[in-house]
């Protein structure tokens, strides 16, 4: 196990203490262990090494040696036994904001709730309003995080699904019956989150095939199984549906079953108005018999044949969302969207130096083997102290060793130092200005005091916003992708501020955030506003989150013009400093 999953080990340690009531002492120390662990500077995988976890300050004997066997080992017995002792209803409602172990034990103590069952008939009952420490508020805020929590229970992360995906392709086409194969839905879409996957396959011998997939490793439940359309559910949750057309029909299937539902009526309303009816079996003439294809639609053979067909120009998956793309298409003039292979840096990463798990050279390593020209460190500012986040002296030694390191000739690539500075609660940023300065740019994100109302926090972000330090605006909504609602901020304020002080807002990459929203980018990017595709690495790995990133870019018809870094390391320089 690494640091930041020990981390989240003690962390439950002392919250599964909390609802077993134990002594404050006992879980005082798990909740110290772990700040402490957060707080250090040195390599942690030397200090386990040496054996010296003991010598942190805030670590006694005992613990130290719980998290050497947590990181030698990857498990713990001790955490086990305890998470086995607590009911998994209790756990699972420690995932509603605002429950933590001595709310749980309370509300378990005083009214039974056992379960987000119990939990929410205790809310609507109005008993929960009655607790000591409750309140009708307090009410409200758990039954929208049941809501909540129930509607992330029935997608999932889009990044997440790419194994699943390339494994179930892969069967299918070591088929031989299997003419053509594709995923569609959401998923080509490349929509942040899905709710089932859609595969379609062209075969003239669907049953051997339709076995197969029902007899797949993991299945849990057959939901529907017919000769040419079957569904499935997985042990993980995962539900999938897969339909068999003949192979001349794939490429129709394909278009219709890739969605989404609202370009499909767009396009379906343009073939009816050139006297055709689309659907998912063909292109027929109106009001004709659908056993023949219309004239000039055998030939279709792939999408562009289709959309050409109609005389529109090719469109992307990512764009069929009905937003304009098909008025567009018509004119032919369709972005040319941001490609993964045009990206020739990254600016918004952590390191050791403040919660990343990789130092500054290793991330460089990995940046080589990626192609790119340059990399930029945004490690934390110090108010982010639960992220071991920098002051200003430690500030300024890092951008001693990056000059030292871009000096040095170690790597071709060019180093760039920023700091990803918290936004305090009213506006102004965390670190002096005089620090700020000396910086290659600025990454301003909100980290604390999320529930300001809307009008507060758009104050806040767009002081932030006007502030001339500031490059870039990182997360804009501090949403977490099926684990965390959005802050109420008036986003159209926040694009409009950063358009007229010349920052950019970034896409973070990380596939749980995926913030600023696709939704939001076409329209910004017409009006002027530059966007950076920020994995917002906290590890080597991490620095992959980029593609997810370009995903979202595509989703909002961003061209390679409108990012940051998507330009060579010399313009990046200019653009640096002729932004201030
Ligand atoms: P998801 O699964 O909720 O993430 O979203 P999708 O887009 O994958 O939706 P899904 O799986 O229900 O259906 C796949 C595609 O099939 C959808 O994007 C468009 C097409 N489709 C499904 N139902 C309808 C419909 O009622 N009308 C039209 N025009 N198309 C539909
Ligand atoms: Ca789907
Ligand atoms: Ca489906
Ligand atoms: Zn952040």
Redesign the pocket.
Known sequence: MNKVEIIKVLKNIAVFLEIKGENSFKIRAYKSGARALERIDEDFDEIVKHNTVDKIDGIGKALAEKITTLYREGDLPFYNLLKASISPGLIECLSIPGLGGKKVKQLHESLGIDSIDSLKKACLSGAIAELNGFGSKSTEKILSGIVNLDAYSKRHLWWSMQGFVDEIIYGLNKLSSVDKASVAGSYRRRLETIGDLDFIVGSEDPKPIMEWFVNLEGVKEITAHGSTKSSVRFKNGIQVDLRIVPADRFVFALHHFTGSKEHNVLLRQRALSMGYSLSEWGIFTKDESTDFLAEGAEAVETEADLFKFFKLSMIEPELREGFGEISLAQKGVLPKLIEPCQIKGVFHNHTTLSDGTDTLEAMVGKAELLGWEYIGFADHSKASFQANGLDESSVLSMIDKINIFNDSGVSNLTVFSGI?CDILKNGTLDLDTSILEQLDYVVA?V?SSFSQSEEEMTERIIRAIEDPNVTML??PTGRLLLKREPYKVDMNKIIDAAIANKVVIEINANPHRLDMDWRLWKQAIEDGLMCSINP?AHSINDLEYFRAGVNIARKGWIEKESVLNAKTTEDIMSWFKERV
């Open positions: 990803e994100s980290h990182g997360h917002d």
